[in-house]
């Protein structure tokens, strides 16, 4: 839980400092968090902690303006879409109404 509280609590311009990096050292970045939070079953109770979360693993969710423009290699982006999908399995609020929020703002649906 260390590693995550660690990231959830840095203040807005310590997150701001992670586009310093370029997109790889942030995809990386992101990868190692998403892959720690699944493996040890780190929980997400809040809205706010899946904000911040989502904020860090933004490479692995949406494309980013510095990516390489060849695709990925099939085997990676396999894995950091599983361990993504895994992740939406740890969102556990204490509350069915916090439980609500955090997959109603963060979970994608389909339209």
Request: charged share 20%; with cysteine.
């Amino acid at each position: 839980h260390h590693i995550l509280s660690f990231f959830i609590s840095l203040p807005l311009p310590s997150l701001q400092a992670l586009e310093l990096h370029d997109y790889q050292g942030r995809k990386s970045l992101a990868v190692s968090v998403v892959g720690t939070v699944v493996n040890k079953s780190i929980s997400i109770p809040t809205a706010d902690e899946a904000d911040a979360l989502f904020k860090l693993l933004s490479p692995l969710v949406k494309d980013q303006a510095d990516q390489p423009a060849e695709p990925p290699d099939p085997d990676d982006f396999e894995e950091e879409q599983m361990m993504m999908a895994c992740l939406v399995d740890l969102f556990r609020a204490p509350e069915p109404d916090q439980q609500y929020m955090v997959h109603t703002e963060y979970v994608p649906t389909s339209s």
